[in-house]
Protein backbone atom coordinates (compact mmCIF):
# COMPACT_ATOMS: atom_id res chain seq x y z
CA UNK A 1 0.00 0.00 0.00
CA UNK A 2 1.13 3.38 -0.93
CA UNK A 3 0.09 5.66 2.15
CA UNK A 4 0.89 9.33 2.50
CA UNK A 5 0.44 10.89 6.00
CA UNK A 6 0.28 14.81 5.34
CA UNK A 7 -0.47 17.81 7.94
CA UNK A 8 1.16 16.23 11.13
CA UNK A 9 4.10 17.30 13.06
CA UNK A 10 6.70 14.91 12.72
CA UNK A 11 9.20 13.69 15.60
CA UNK A 12 12.03 11.56 14.73
CA UNK A 13 14.41 11.56 17.75
CA UNK A 14 17.00 9.24 15.59
CA UNK A 15 17.12 12.02 12.74
CA UNK A 16 16.53 14.87 15.12
CA UNK A 17 13.48 15.80 13.15
CA UNK A 18 10.97 17.98 15.10
CA UNK A 19 9.07 19.67 12.30
CA UNK A 20 5.89 19.59 10.16
CA UNK A 21 6.64 17.09 7.53
CA UNK A 22 4.66 14.39 5.43
CA UNK A 23 5.80 11.38 5.52
CA UNK A 24 5.58 9.18 2.52
CA UNK A 25 4.95 4.86 2.59
CA UNK A 26 5.28 2.18 -0.17
CA UNK A 27 5.73 -1.58 0.50
CA UNK A 28 5.89 -1.45 3.79
CA UNK A 29 8.86 1.30 4.36
CA UNK A 30 9.68 4.90 4.75
CA UNK A 31 9.45 6.24 0.91
CA UNK A 32 10.83 9.69 1.57
CA UNK A 33 9.90 12.37 4.17
CA UNK A 34 8.98 15.91 3.33
CA UNK A 35 8.77 15.80 -0.26
CA UNK A 36 6.95 13.66 -2.35
CA UNK A 37 9.02 11.22 -4.89
CA UNK A 38 8.68 12.14 -8.21
CA UNK A 39 5.38 9.59 -9.63
CA UNK A 40 4.14 9.09 -5.98
CA UNK A 41 0.16 8.36 -5.95
CA UNK A 42 -0.85 7.54 -2.82
CA UNK A 43 -3.77 4.69 -2.15
CA UNK A 44 -4.75 6.03 0.98
CA UNK A 45 -4.04 9.40 2.73
CA UNK A 46 -4.25 10.18 6.40
CA UNK A 47 -4.65 13.82 7.54
CA UNK A 48 -2.64 14.02 10.44
CA UNK A 49 -3.24 17.79 11.17
CA UNK A 50 -3.15 18.69 14.96
CA UNK A 51 -1.30 15.58 15.75
CA UNK A 52 2.06 13.95 16.19
CA UNK A 53 3.94 11.27 13.69
CA UNK A 54 6.18 9.70 15.55
CA UNK A 55 8.13 6.25 15.02
CA UNK A 56 5.91 3.42 16.60
CA UNK A 57 7.26 3.09 20.16
CA UNK A 58 9.30 0.62 21.55
CA UNK A 59 8.91 -1.33 24.53
CA UNK A 60 11.28 -3.53 26.23
CA UNK A 61 9.08 -4.93 28.91
CA UNK A 62 5.88 -6.52 27.83
CA UNK A 63 4.07 -10.01 29.16
CA UNK A 64 2.04 -11.56 26.58
CA UNK A 65 1.78 -14.67 28.98
CA UNK A 66 1.71 -16.62 26.31
CA UNK A 67 2.22 -20.07 26.48
CA UNK A 68 0.96 -21.28 29.70
CA UNK A 69 -0.71 -17.97 31.73
CA UNK A 70 -3.98 -17.74 28.88
CA UNK A 71 -6.15 -17.26 31.65
CA UNK A 72 -4.45 -14.12 32.58
CA UNK A 73 -3.95 -12.82 28.78
CA UNK A 74 -3.82 -13.96 25.33
CA UNK A 75 -1.59 -12.58 22.30
CA UNK A 76 -4.71 -11.34 20.84
CA UNK A 77 -5.93 -9.06 23.75
CA UNK A 78 -2.30 -7.78 24.34
CA UNK A 79 -1.25 -7.16 20.87
CA UNK A 80 -4.60 -5.39 20.26
CA UNK A 81 -3.48 -3.64 23.53
CA UNK A 82 -0.08 -3.04 22.11
CA UNK A 83 -1.57 -1.05 18.67
CA UNK A 84 -4.37 0.89 20.72
CA UNK A 85 -0.85 2.07 22.73
CA UNK A 86 1.18 2.59 19.35
CA UNK A 87 3.46 -0.14 20.18
CA UNK A 88 4.94 -1.68 17.31
CA UNK A 89 8.06 -3.46 18.65
CA UNK A 90 8.32 -5.27 21.73
CA UNK A 91 10.38 -7.52 23.76
CA UNK A 92 8.77 -10.36 25.62
CA UNK A 93 10.87 -11.94 28.66
CA UNK A 94 11.13 -15.75 28.55
CA UNK A 95 9.05 -16.60 31.75
CA UNK A 96 6.16 -18.02 30.18
CA UNK A 97 5.05 -21.60 30.82
CA UNK A 98 6.85 -23.59 29.73
CA UNK A 99 9.99 -21.26 29.74
CA UNK A 100 11.41 -20.10 26.93
CA UNK A 101 14.43 -22.45 26.57
CA UNK A 102 13.74 -24.13 23.88
CA UNK A 103 14.15 -23.07 20.09
CA UNK A 104 10.94 -24.90 19.01
CA UNK A 105 8.75 -22.55 21.84
CA UNK A 106 10.73 -19.44 20.34
CA UNK A 107 9.82 -20.45 17.13
CA UNK A 108 5.89 -21.35 17.83
CA UNK A 109 5.88 -17.27 20.06
CA UNK A 110 7.26 -15.77 16.86
CA UNK A 111 5.04 -17.25 13.95
CA UNK A 112 2.08 -17.52 16.54
CA UNK A 113 2.96 -13.32 17.18
CA UNK A 114 3.41 -13.04 13.26
CA UNK A 115 -0.33 -14.41 12.28
CA UNK A 116 -1.73 -11.66 14.07
CA UNK A 117 0.08 -9.33 11.61
CA UNK A 118 0.06 -6.78 14.54
CA UNK A 119 3.12 -5.52 16.47
CA UNK A 120 6.88 -7.30 16.01
CA UNK A 121 7.33 -9.63 18.63
CA UNK A 122 10.93 -10.02 19.66
CA UNK A 123 11.46 -12.85 22.66
CA UNK A 124 14.74 -12.99 25.52
CA UNK A 125 15.52 -16.66 25.68
CA UNK A 126 16.17 -17.99 29.07
CA UNK A 127 19.10 -17.74 30.13
CA UNK A 128 19.24 -21.28 31.90
CA UNK A 129 17.26 -24.16 31.65
CA UNK A 130 14.24 -23.55 33.14
CA UNK A 131 15.19 -20.42 35.04
CA UNK A 132 16.54 -22.42 37.50
CA UNK A 133 20.20 -21.01 37.44
CA UNK A 134 21.75 -24.26 37.06
CA UNK A 135 22.77 -25.12 33.39
CA UNK A 136 22.52 -22.73 30.67
CA UNK A 137 20.81 -22.91 27.55
CA UNK A 138 22.01 -23.28 23.89
CA UNK A 139 21.73 -19.60 23.36
CA UNK A 140 23.07 -20.01 19.49
CA UNK A 141 19.77 -21.90 18.78
CA UNK A 142 17.97 -19.91 20.34
CA UNK A 143 19.46 -17.14 18.65
CA UNK A 144 18.78 -18.65 14.98
CA UNK A 145 15.32 -18.97 16.51
CA UNK A 146 14.68 -15.22 16.78
CA UNK A 147 15.83 -14.73 20.54
CA UNK A 148 17.42 -10.67 20.77
CA UNK A 149 19.32 -11.36 23.86
CA UNK A 150 19.32 -13.99 27.16
CA UNK A 151 17.27 -13.25 30.57
CA UNK A 152 16.25 -14.45 33.99
CA UNK A 153 13.01 -12.58 34.02
CA UNK A 154 12.57 -12.72 37.98
CA UNK A 155 14.70 -15.13 39.06
CA UNK A 156 18.17 -14.47 40.40
CA UNK A 157 21.02 -16.87 39.59
CA UNK A 158 21.83 -18.33 43.11
CA UNK A 159 25.52 -19.19 42.16
CA UNK A 160 27.72 -16.58 40.63
CA UNK A 161 29.68 -19.20 38.58
CA UNK A 162 26.72 -19.63 36.79
CA UNK A 163 25.78 -16.02 36.21
CA UNK A 164 30.14 -16.51 35.30
CA UNK A 165 29.52 -19.07 32.71
CA UNK A 166 26.83 -17.27 30.94
CA UNK A 167 28.88 -13.73 30.79
CA UNK A 168 31.69 -15.64 29.22
CA UNK A 169 29.68 -17.55 26.54
CA UNK A 170 27.21 -14.20 25.78
CA UNK A 171 31.19 -11.83 25.40
CA UNK A 172 32.36 -14.82 22.54
CA UNK A 173 29.29 -14.21 20.61
CA UNK A 174 28.36 -10.52 21.19
CA UNK A 175 25.07 -12.05 22.71
CA UNK A 176 23.54 -9.42 25.10
CA UNK A 177 22.36 -10.42 28.97
CA UNK A 178 19.08 -8.95 30.32
CA UNK A 179 19.16 -8.85 34.15
CA UNK A 180 17.05 -7.25 36.79
CA UNK A 181 19.52 -6.67 39.48
CA UNK A 182 18.28 -8.38 42.78
CA UNK A 183 20.29 -10.54 45.13
CA UNK A 184 18.62 -13.81 45.69
CA UNK A 185 18.34 -13.94 49.26
CA UNK A 186 18.11 -10.20 50.70
CA UNK A 187 14.56 -8.87 50.44
CA UNK A 188 13.53 -12.91 49.48
CA UNK A 189 9.68 -12.69 50.21
CA UNK A 190 9.48 -8.95 50.35
CA UNK A 191 6.47 -7.43 49.28
CA UNK A 192 7.22 -3.82 49.56
CA UNK A 193 10.51 -1.57 49.81
CA UNK A 194 11.89 -1.08 53.19
CA UNK A 195 11.63 1.87 55.05
CA UNK A 196 8.79 3.87 57.70
CA UNK A 197 6.00 3.52 55.38
CA UNK A 198 6.33 -0.56 55.08
CA UNK A 199 6.94 -0.74 58.72
CA UNK A 200 3.93 1.06 59.90
CA UNK A 201 1.75 -1.04 57.24
CA UNK A 202 3.66 -4.20 58.41
CA UNK A 203 4.77 -5.60 55.08
CA UNK A 204 7.79 -7.65 55.04
CA UNK A 205 10.63 -5.27 52.94
CA UNK A 206 12.40 -5.57 50.18
CA UNK A 207 15.82 -3.02 51.06
CA UNK A 208 17.79 -1.18 48.35
CA UNK A 209 21.00 -3.05 49.08
CA UNK A 210 19.13 -6.02 47.29
CA UNK A 211 19.19 -4.49 44.18
CA UNK A 212 22.92 -2.96 44.88
CA UNK A 213 24.70 -5.52 46.07
CA UNK A 214 23.36 -7.69 42.65
CA UNK A 215 24.75 -4.63 40.74
CA UNK A 216 28.07 -4.71 42.25
CA UNK A 217 28.32 -8.46 41.25
CA UNK A 218 27.24 -7.89 38.13
CA UNK A 219 29.76 -5.34 37.34
CA UNK A 220 32.79 -7.47 38.47
CA UNK A 221 31.65 -10.27 36.63
CA UNK A 222 31.41 -7.26 33.52
CA UNK A 223 34.50 -6.34 34.08
CA UNK A 224 36.28 -9.73 34.05
CA UNK A 225 34.16 -11.20 30.96
CA UNK A 226 33.43 -7.85 28.89
CA UNK A 227 30.03 -8.47 27.98
CA UNK A 228 27.29 -6.88 27.46
CA UNK A 229 24.16 -6.10 30.02
CA UNK A 230 21.21 -4.69 29.98
CA UNK A 231 20.07 -3.94 33.42
CA UNK A 232 15.96 -3.89 33.53
CA UNK A 233 13.81 -1.90 35.70
CA UNK A 234 16.35 -0.55 38.28
CA UNK A 235 14.03 1.03 41.36
CA UNK A 236 16.99 3.31 43.44
CA UNK A 237 18.57 5.91 43.56
CA UNK A 238 21.77 4.24 44.84
CA UNK A 239 21.25 2.12 42.05
CA UNK A 240 21.12 4.48 39.07
CA UNK A 241 24.80 6.04 40.68
CA UNK A 242 26.03 2.78 40.57
CA UNK A 243 24.61 2.46 36.80
CA UNK A 244 26.49 6.32 36.58
CA UNK A 245 29.55 5.37 37.49
CA UNK A 246 30.35 2.27 35.72
CA UNK A 247 29.57 4.13 32.21
CA UNK A 248 31.82 6.68 33.35
CA UNK A 249 34.16 3.66 33.53
CA UNK A 250 33.14 2.74 29.94
CA UNK A 251 31.61 -1.13 31.12
CA UNK A 252 28.95 -1.76 27.91
CA UNK A 253 26.13 -1.45 30.26
CA UNK A 254 22.51 -0.03 29.36
CA UNK A 255 19.34 0.27 32.06
CA UNK A 256 15.41 0.60 31.88
CA UNK A 257 13.65 1.89 34.34
CA UNK A 258 9.62 1.05 34.53
CA UNK A 259 7.12 3.99 33.49
CA UNK A 260 5.53 3.29 36.99
CA UNK A 261 8.48 4.13 39.17
CA UNK A 262 8.49 7.31 37.17
CA UNK A 263 5.48 8.76 38.60
CA UNK A 264 4.81 7.09 41.93
CA UNK A 265 6.21 6.34 45.36
CA UNK A 266 5.55 3.43 47.88
CA UNK A 267 3.04 5.92 49.68
CA UNK A 268 1.03 5.04 46.70
CA UNK A 269 0.18 1.79 48.16
CA UNK A 270 -2.59 3.64 50.46
CA UNK A 271 -4.53 1.53 52.05
CA UNK A 272 -2.90 -1.35 50.85
CA UNK A 273 -4.36 -0.96 47.03
CA UNK A 274 -2.95 -3.69 45.36
CA UNK A 275 -3.08 -2.67 42.28
CA UNK A 276 0.16 -0.77 43.32
CA UNK A 277 1.79 -4.07 44.53
CA UNK A 278 4.88 -4.12 41.90
CA UNK A 279 8.13 -6.06 41.21
CA UNK A 280 10.75 -3.97 41.97
CA UNK A 281 8.47 -2.26 44.09
CA UNK A 282 7.83 1.73 44.57
CA UNK A 283 10.06 3.11 46.51
CA UNK A 284 10.76 6.20 48.14
CA UNK A 285 10.16 10.17 46.34
CA UNK A 286 14.08 10.11 46.76
CA UNK A 287 14.03 7.68 44.89
CA UNK A 288 11.50 8.27 42.36
CA UNK A 289 13.67 11.53 42.13
CA UNK A 290 16.82 9.90 41.39
CA UNK A 291 14.92 8.40 38.62
CA UNK A 292 13.70 11.67 37.07
CA UNK A 293 17.24 12.61 37.04
CA UNK A 294 18.46 9.67 35.30
CA UNK A 295 16.21 10.15 32.73
CA UNK A 296 17.45 13.76 31.84
CA UNK A 297 21.09 13.02 32.26
CA UNK A 298 21.23 9.85 30.07
CA UNK A 299 21.76 7.33 32.95
CA UNK A 300 18.59 5.62 31.75
CA UNK A 301 18.45 4.86 28.26
CA UNK A 302 15.02 3.89 27.78
CA UNK A 303 11.37 3.70 29.86
CA UNK A 304 9.44 0.16 29.48
CA UNK A 305 5.77 -0.01 29.94
CA UNK A 306 6.68 -3.23 32.33
CA UNK A 307 3.40 -4.77 31.04
CA UNK A 308 2.40 -7.22 33.35
CA UNK A 309 -1.30 -8.20 33.24
CA UNK A 310 -2.76 -9.91 36.27
CA UNK A 311 -6.48 -11.44 36.13
CA UNK A 312 -8.92 -10.71 39.24
CA UNK A 313 -8.69 -14.06 40.85
CA UNK A 314 -4.89 -12.61 41.60
CA UNK A 315 -5.61 -9.17 42.19
CA UNK A 316 -8.29 -8.52 44.27
CA UNK A 317 -6.95 -9.89 47.22
CA UNK A 318 -4.70 -8.31 50.34
CA UNK A 319 -1.83 -6.28 49.05
CA UNK A 320 0.51 -8.74 50.11
CA UNK A 321 -0.66 -12.18 48.47
CA UNK A 322 -1.97 -10.39 45.48
CA UNK A 323 0.51 -11.09 42.72
CA UNK A 324 2.79 -8.69 41.16
CA UNK A 325 2.49 -6.84 38.14
CA UNK A 326 -0.03 -4.07 36.45
CA UNK A 327 -0.93 -3.60 32.37
CA UNK A 328 0.55 -0.70 31.06
CA UNK A 329 1.00 -0.90 27.26
CA UNK A 330 -1.79 1.70 26.89
CA UNK A 331 -0.38 3.74 29.45
CA UNK A 332 3.54 3.93 28.05
CA UNK A 333 3.41 6.91 25.66
CA UNK A 334 0.97 9.06 28.09
CA UNK A 335 3.15 8.27 31.75
CA UNK A 336 6.27 9.03 29.56
CA UNK A 337 4.41 12.57 28.09
CA UNK A 338 3.72 13.07 31.65
CA UNK A 339 6.74 12.90 32.68
CA UNK A 340 8.13 15.39 30.54
CA UNK A 341 5.30 18.01 30.78
CA UNK A 342 6.09 18.12 34.29
CA UNK A 343 9.65 18.51 33.84
CA UNK A 344 8.90 21.02 31.03
CA UNK A 345 6.87 23.00 34.11
CA UNK A 346 9.33 22.39 36.63
CA UNK A 347 11.72 24.16 35.42
CA UNK A 348 9.63 27.08 33.71
CA UNK A 349 10.18 25.84 29.94
CA UNK A 350 9.10 28.23 27.66
CA UNK A 351 7.19 27.18 23.88
CA UNK A 352 6.38 23.29 23.51
CA UNK A 353 6.96 20.22 25.95
CA UNK A 354 10.21 18.43 24.93
CA UNK A 355 7.96 15.97 23.20
CA UNK A 356 11.19 14.48 21.21
CA UNK A 357 13.27 13.96 24.35
CA UNK A 358 10.57 11.98 25.61
CA UNK A 359 10.17 10.05 22.51
CA UNK A 360 13.59 8.84 22.45
CA UNK A 361 13.09 6.96 25.55
CA UNK A 362 10.22 4.80 24.15
CA UNK A 363 11.34 4.80 20.42
CA UNK A 364 15.29 5.02 18.91
CA UNK A 365 16.87 4.86 22.19
CA UNK A 366 15.11 1.88 23.55
CA UNK A 367 15.27 0.56 19.87
CA UNK A 368 19.62 0.51 20.62
CA UNK A 369 19.20 -1.08 23.88
CA UNK A 370 17.43 -4.09 22.04
CA UNK A 371 19.48 -3.47 18.93
CA UNK A 372 16.40 -3.52 16.68
CA UNK A 373 16.12 -2.03 13.59
CA UNK A 374 13.28 -0.15 14.66
CA UNK A 375 11.97 3.53 16.23
CA UNK A 376 13.25 5.67 13.73
CA UNK A 377 11.22 6.85 10.41
CA UNK A 378 14.45 7.36 8.66
CA UNK A 379 14.05 6.41 4.79
CA UNK A 380 13.94 2.58 4.19
CA UNK A 381 13.04 1.75 7.15
CA UNK A 382 10.37 -0.23 8.48
CA UNK A 383 7.03 2.18 8.33
CA UNK A 384 6.28 1.76 11.80
CA UNK A 385 4.14 4.63 13.28
CA UNK A 386 2.57 6.20 15.86
CA UNK A 387 0.23 9.18 15.39
CA UNK A 388 -1.04 10.62 18.26
CA UNK A 389 -2.73 13.97 19.43
CA UNK A 390 -0.37 14.91 22.49
CA UNK A 391 -3.75 17.77 23.63
CA UNK A 392 -6.61 15.06 23.68
CA UNK A 393 -7.32 13.93 27.41
CA UNK A 394 -8.35 10.80 28.69
CA UNK A 395 -9.34 8.99 31.49
CA UNK A 396 -8.08 5.60 32.72
CA UNK A 397 -10.78 3.02 33.13
CA UNK A 398 -10.34 -0.37 33.23
CA UNK A 399 -13.12 -1.58 30.98
CA UNK A 400 -12.00 0.43 28.38
CA UNK A 401 -8.37 -1.30 28.05
CA UNK A 402 -7.76 -3.49 25.64
CA UNK A 403 -5.59 -5.66 27.64
CA UNK A 404 -6.93 -8.53 29.96
CA UNK A 405 -4.86 -7.21 32.26
CA UNK A 406 -7.41 -4.48 33.98
CA UNK A 407 -5.35 -3.65 36.74
CA UNK A 408 -3.33 -0.71 37.08
CA UNK A 409 -2.38 2.35 40.14
CA UNK A 410 -3.50 4.33 37.04
CA UNK A 411 -6.98 4.02 37.47
CA UNK A 412 -8.77 7.15 37.28
CA UNK A 413 -5.65 9.51 35.99
CA UNK A 414 -6.50 11.90 34.05
CA UNK A 415 -3.96 11.96 31.07
CA UNK A 416 -2.94 13.37 27.98
CA UNK A 417 -2.13 11.86 24.31
CA UNK A 418 -4.27 9.59 22.61
CA UNK A 419 -2.80 7.07 19.93
CA UNK A 420 -5.28 8.14 17.00
CA UNK A 421 -3.38 5.65 13.99
CA UNK A 422 -0.87 2.72 14.48
CA UNK A 423 0.51 1.75 11.38
CA UNK A 424 2.89 -1.37 11.06
CA UNK A 425 4.90 -2.18 8.53
CA UNK A 426 2.71 -0.02 6.37
CA UNK A 427 -0.54 -1.44 6.99
CA UNK A 428 -3.52 0.90 9.28
CA UNK A 429 -3.10 -1.99 12.42
CA UNK A 430 -5.48 0.53 14.63
CA UNK A 431 -7.40 3.67 13.61
CA UNK A 432 -9.19 5.33 16.98
CA UNK A 433 -12.63 6.30 15.63
CA UNK A 434 -13.98 9.81 16.32
CA UNK A 435 -15.80 10.45 19.57
Known amino acids: MKLHIKNGHLIDPANGIDAPQDLF ?13 AGFVAEQTIDAAGLVVAPGLVDLSVRLREPGYEYKATLESELQAAMQGGVTSLVCPPDTDPVLDESGLVEMLKYRAKTRNQAHVHPLGALTVGLKGESLTEMAELTEAGCIGFSQAEVPIEDTNVLLRALQYAKTFEYTVW ?97 ARL ?47 ATGLELLLSLTLKWASEYAASQNAAGPRPLSRAIALIT ?15 V ?39 VRTTVVAGRLAYQRLPA
Open 25 to 37: IADGKVLAVGTAP
Open 179 to 275: LRPQDAHIGRGGIAASGPLASRLGLSGVPVMAETIALHTIFELMRATGARVHLCRLSSAAGIELVRQAKREGLPVSCDVGVHHVHLTDADIGFFDSN
Open 279 to 325: TPPLRSQRDRDAIRLGLLDGTIDALCSDHTPVDDDEKLLPFGEASPG
Open 364 to 378: SQAAAVAGLPAGTLS
Open 380 to 418: GASADVCIFDPEAHWTVQAAALASQGKHTPFIGYNLAAQ
